[in-house]
Every structure is written in structure tokens, then in C-alpha cells.
Nanobody, 127 residues
Framework: QVQLVESGGGLVQAGGSLRLSCAISGRTVRSYAMAWFRQPPGRKREFVSSIMWERSDTAIYTDVVKGRFTISTDDAQNTLHLEMNSLKVDDTAVYYC???????????????????WGQGTQVTVSS
């Protein structure tokens, strides 16, 4: 079991940047794959990006954030990051980090495959 705590959300103007962080604690952190999801106002939770510890080559992104967002892990600090650049009004959402146990398999972009979630952090992009 792991615990996830996000930070770094806030209010930013369109075109600006924010960096989200997610601190992970618990046993066997490396047995989990990590992801960011978001839930825009009035909409369902949607996949943003995922990555595995010590494997930056496994990073994947939803099409609408490719080239603007970068997911990364600080393996020494057990922290997940999401660098968000060129933010748009449509990026406004509550952002969640999530963890899934690798041995269970499943698609990395399906929320149902993630058993552990942070509390969420609000990102608001103004025009």
C-alpha cells in the first residue's frame, strides 16, 4: 500500500507554466507504475500521462498535452512530477496522481487500473 500527496496547483494565465508534484510513501514503491489524471469541471476524470520508476522511456501522454507537459520521477525522493507549459484554459481541472501495481497489468491510461489516488490539486488557467 502507498500514500500519495499532491502539491503545486494554483492559478496561472494562459501560456504560463506550473509544476505539480506527488510525494509517494509506503513499502515497495518501485512495484507501482505512476500516472497523472485530471477532472475538468463537469466532466469525467481523464488520463494525462504515465511513467514507471527509473524508466523515463516509458512515459506516455494523452494527445492534447503532448509537447507541452512532461512527466518525470525523482527516484531518490520518491516523487512524481508533472511540468506543464503553454497552459490553456482547457487545462483547468483538478489533477490527481495515481499508482497501480505493475504485476496486475492493464492499460496505463485506464483509471480503473489504479488503486491508489492522491487528494487532488486544483489547476486553474485564466484567459
Amino acid at each position: 500500500q502507498v500514500q500519495l500527496v499532491e502539491s503545486g496547483g494554483g492559478l496561472v494565465q494562459a501560456g504560463g507554466s506550473l509544476r505539480l508534484s506527488c510525494a509517494i510513501s509506503g513499502r515497495t514503491v518501485r512495484s507501482y507504475a505512476m500516472a497523472w489524471f485530471r477532472q475538468p469541471p463537469g466532466r469525467k476524470r481523464e488520463f494525462v500521462s504515465s511513467i514507471m520508476w527509473e524508466r523515463s522511456d516509458t512515459a506516455i501522454y494523452t494527445d492534447v498535452v503532448k509537447g507541452r507537459f512532461t512527466i518525470s520521477t525523482d527516484d531518490a525522493q520518491n516523487t512524481l512530477h508533472l511540468e506543464m507549459n503553454s497552459l490553456k484554459v482547457d487545462d483547468t481541472a483538478v489533477y490527481y496522481c495515481a499508482a497501480r501495481q505493475i504485476y496486475r497489468g492493464g492499460s496505463p491510461n485506464a483509471a480503473a487500473n489504479y488503486a491508489y489516488w492522491g487528494q487532488g490539486t486544483q489547476v486553474t488557467v485564466s484567459s
